[in-house]
């Protein structure tokens, strides 16, 4: 930590930083939060634009010319100080505060891109994983990159192996000099082959085997866990009606979604949480995205097959209690279904999750009805209706019942 007169500053990137007089940053005429807007650090809540090059606030460079000049600045310590002797201590700080600046500044520009339904939210500021979350990528990946990555893992150990042996020599019935060779040499040994026409001749070379050796048992245990994990890795295959439909059951407006499971087998012990996001105003007049659940009329079912109904009734007791199209429109509203349960089949946990925005939202409509009984006394289940819906006729209360025809 130094002090600059009024204003105190942290060497990590200025972070905690009070204006004149214990104001808070960017406020007051003259002040840090001034440098916001002409090149300093940005405003607290805001994201740094990744194409701009912005520079540090107290700057010897920046001189007189910016914003808050050096000249300005006094009471170093409590005394009154020249604007020549800060600029001498600040030209002998300013190699490490650029340092730790350009350090944040690289952090800041990684961002993390997390889409939504209709907008996306750029993450920035994120730290950076590093090996620690290798094992958590490789499984996230796609097979084809899994499988490219250990392909190309082996060829590239071959590879470094192969150049070793090349250095050395010492491989009996090899080409003098063959690349080739020593490649093949290196896939034997570290494949436990042995065919007997290659084989070590000196100590280096034994030396290099032992070494390949070791790599190839470490190298082929982690491969074949990451392949046998990825394999047994259960992942959910729920499917959610595309719109939330809003109509009138027993005379009483209720919000429904249909949900499925697209596998043949069943989820047992399933679970449902419906989650209402919307944007408030605080009685300070602060901006709050506010989550609230909802509650349904069956928050578990005993068994998850191709369909299930998800109800929430909007009753004086719901916090969509008296909402209509356009006030879900202004505050931004989302809806959002988490389902999980057990695979009767692995017997491994899954879940699963859908948002629908506002837009996605029908009222005076309901879930068509995808059950029908046949002329030999069974039912027939018609998942081509999965996600269709019918209309409604308005009631007291509720006087939507213009729904889409599917």
């Not at 942290?10 to 930083?17: A, H, M």
């Not at 070590?200 to 491969?223: D, I, K, Y």
């Not at 901006?287 to 609230?292: D, I, T, W």
């Not at 202004?330 to 899954?350: P, R």
Request: aromatic share 8%.
């Amino acid at each position: 930590m130094f002090h600059m007169g009024e204003i105190t500053c942290s060497s990590s990137w200025f972070g905690p930083v009070h204006g004149r007089a214990g104001a808070p940053v960017g406020s007051g005429p003259g002040g840090i939060g001034d440098l916001c807007e002409t090149g300093g650090f940005p405003k607290r809540g805001s994201v740094l634009d990744a194409t701009r090059s912005p520079r540090p606030a107290f700057d010897p460079e920046f001189g007189a010319t910016g914003p808050a000049s050096i000249g300005d600045l006094a009471d170093f310590h409590g005394c009154s100080t020249r604007a020549s002797g800060l600029r001498e201590r600040f030209r002998i700080l300013a190699p490490a505060l650029r340092k730790s600046y350009d350090t944040r500044t690289v952090t800041l520009r990684r961002s993390e891109v997390v889409q939504g339904q209709d907008y996306e939210v750029r993450v920035v500021g994120a730290p950076r994983a590093g090996f620690r979350d290798a094992y958590h990528w490789l499984l996230t990946i796609p097979w084809w990159a899994a499988i490219a990555i250990i392909v190309g893992g082996y060829l590239l150990i071959n590879t470094l192996f192969a150049l070793a042996y090349l250095a050395a020599g010492g491989i009996a019935n090899a080409a003098p000099g063959s690349f080739v060779d020593a490649f093949f040499f290196s896939v034997q040994t570290i494949g436990t082959i042995g065919y007997g026409t290659m084989y070590p001749a000196t100590r280096l070379a034994n030396s290099l085997v032992v070494a390949e050796s070791v790599c190839g048992l470490l190298v082929m245990a982690l491969a074949t866990g990451l392949v046998f994990v990825r394999f047994s890795l259960t992942r959910a295959r729920v499917v959610f009606s595309s719109r939330v439909a809003i109509g009138p059951i027993d005379g009483v407006p209720t919000l429904m979604i249909r949900v499925g499971n697209e596998r043949r087998g069943r989820i047992v012990d399933a679970t449902f949480r419906l989650t209402l996001a919307r944007t408030e105003f605080a009685s300070e007049g602060t901006r709050l995205y506010r989550s609230v659940d909802l509650s349904l009329m069956r928050s578990h079912a005993t068994v998850l097959a191709r369909s299930w109904m998800v109800l929430h009734r909007l009753t004086s007791e719901s916090p969509l209690a008296g909402a209509t199209p356009g006030s879900l429109a202004a505050s931004e509203a989302e809806l959002t279904l988490a389902v999980a349960g057990t695979d009767e089949t692995s017997l491994q946990a899954v879940h699963a999750q859908q948002t629908w925005s506002d837009r996605s939202i029908v009222w005076g409509a309901r879930l068509a009805d995808i059950l029908a009984d046949t002329p030999d006394g069974n039912l027939l289940m018609d998942l081509t209706r999965f996600h269709e819906l019918t209309p409604t006729l308005p009631v007291p209360g509720f006087p939507y019942g213009a729904g889409p025809e599917s």
